[in-house]
């Protein structure tokens, strides 16, 4: 029988006041099932990441947001493991888009570049206990940057974790926001403290432990400020076991 979860399939776009609803179905015994996907964005940032980045200069025409969905798309659909692959847009800023899967630790795996030692989604199991745990530190910041290349965007990584980190520099929350209402204007440190990334999961099985928020029985809720991914002074981690 299948249950549904949420997981952070779609953790690149969880970028820059980007918004993912994902609700995934899970066998419990190969971790197969279904991923459905809304994605949206606000027009602000979107214009940041076009104005910032080499994006036009490099002779792209199509929306950054149209792109960076479509090029996900296909990496999902090159995943052996996936069928039934579809994306569509909805609105401006806002897509979504639906796959089954026969194996959720290959297909992370492949979208990591078929990386086995990824670490940004890991399962471990012991015994009858399964573990999902999402890291995001600047020791596998190299691997986000191989799935969302605007990230390493030379004109717009100066905005990411490692300018803002040693040996580079080392801005606090209020500098970062200073900075951003300097060259941005007004409205860019109310966007950022406006957005928050969450994260829920419905799980196949009860909530044995986690380090997030119980919501029901197998319902467990991940939050936290996108200024502490902006600026990654400490690692972003989360974990469950069921």
């Not at 888009?97 to 194996?103: C, H, I, K, W």
Request: glycine share 4%.
């Amino acid at each position: 029988m299948k249950k549904y979860a949420a997981v952070l399939m779609l953790l690149s776009l969880l970028l820059i006041s980007c918004s993912v609803t994902q609700t995934v179905g899970f066998n419990t015994a190969s971790l197969s099932g279904k991923s459905n996907t809304q994605i949206a964005a606000t027009d602000f940032f979107t214009g940041v990441i076009e104005d910032l980045s080499s994006w036009k200069a490099n002779g792209n025409n199509d929306p950054v947001m149209d792109v960076a969905v479509s090029e996900f798309a296909q990496n999902v659909t090159n995943s052996k493991t996936t069928s039934y692959v579809s994306f569509r847009k909805t609105g401006d800023n806002s897509y979504t888009g639906a796959f089954n899967f026969s194996d959720f630790e290959r297909l992370v795996s492949d979208l990591c570049l078929n990386n086995p030692d990824q670490t940004l989604i890991t399962v471990k199991r012991e015994g009858e206990k399964t573990r999902i745990t999402l890291l995001i530190s600047l020791e596998n910041w190299d691997t986000l940057t191989q799935i969302v290349p605007f990230l390493a965007d030379r004109n717009f990584a100066v905005w990411g974790p490692v300018y803002n980190n040693p040996p580079h520099d080392y801005l606090t929350e209020s500098d970062y926001k200073e900075l951003v209402a300097f060259i941005l204007g007004e409205d860019g440190p109310d966007a950022i403290d406006a957005s928050r990334i969450s994260i829920t999961l419905e799980l196949p099985s009860a909530v044995k432990s986690t380090n997030g928020t119980v919501v029901s029985e197998n319902t467990v809720e991940f939050s936290f400020p996108l200024i502490d991914f902006l600026l990654l002074h400490n690692p972003i981690e989360f974990w469950c076991e069921f």
